[in-house]
């Protein structure tokens, strides 16, 4: 059965403070919005996917890159058909659109296409090593301490994780009814949507029950009663956690250098920018690079070396 859920494995990653992979996040992030030219995007992409590895959730980043292609594709397709303002025609169709003319697609486009697919996957990257590697409830405690309202720091969790479960409830299901001899597989394409839709009422009930037990649980804790939380268990912050929220936020301080700098747009209308490689672009690169990776370099030392 597949992992969908959050859960905990001896990795490096894993074991890292939840401040230092959350602010590491946000931080990549940061950099990807802001970062244009694509090669830089590239390299953004490549350095998230060590962590990947090393945090052995590549199963569920497959999940994620499934989505992001998709989108990738979506934007692909609408920016070579809706935009106009390139200059390199490619090829074009003998069909015309109303109100748009001919539909031809230019290198411009189809570039600018490329790039947004590039960021998105870098996005969802880093949001998939911040889902699996990162317990929900430690996210949520988070918010807590960042003196955040209760019941936004609630729904913000609630919302993490529900997306994850419904998909877990899904594959239960599903191997539920296969056990009990109903086919999902069919050759026709209607005749499996239909067996499909056989699991969302199931999905359904399972998601209203929860809700239903999450409610009776707030209500049993007195939610909402008192403007403070207690809290079990507080995982202290120490010393070799501060450096590694600052490794973290390396990203994002480098993403300022590049826009005061004037590096991060790049013109991709109406003809594509020159890229100039030169030594202090490589350098640019490899800053990128190392800014990505310091969390993960140092990672493997948590467990050795905690002051």
Known sequence: MKLYAYRFQDTP???????AVTTWALSCMVLAVIVSEPIMLTVILLATIPYVFIS??????ITFVKIGVLMGVVIIF???IFVRTGATVLFSLPISIPTLGRVYFTLEAIYYGLAMLVRILAILTVFA???????????????MKAKLPSRTAFSTSLATTYVPTLMKDMDDIQISLSSRGYAFEESRRLSYLKRKATIVMPLLANSL?????KAEAMESRAFGSMKGRTQFFDAPLTRYDRS????????????ALLYIGGLTPYSYYPRLEPIKIDPDYIL???????SVLAVLIVSPLKRRFDI
């Open 209 to 213: 029950e929860r809700a239903i037990q």
């Open 129 to 143: 090593v911040l889902t699996y590697a990162v317990c929900p409830d430690d996210l949520l405690d988070l918010f």
């Open 284 to 290: 640019t690169l490899a800053a990128i690079a190392l």
């Open 78 to 80: 609408f920016t070579t």
């Open 13 to 19: 990653v894993h074991h890292l403070h939840p401040t």
């Open 244 to 255: 590694v929220v600052a490794c973290s936020l390396l990203p994002v301080a480098l993403a």
């Open 56 to 61: 052995r959730i590549y199963p569920n980043w």
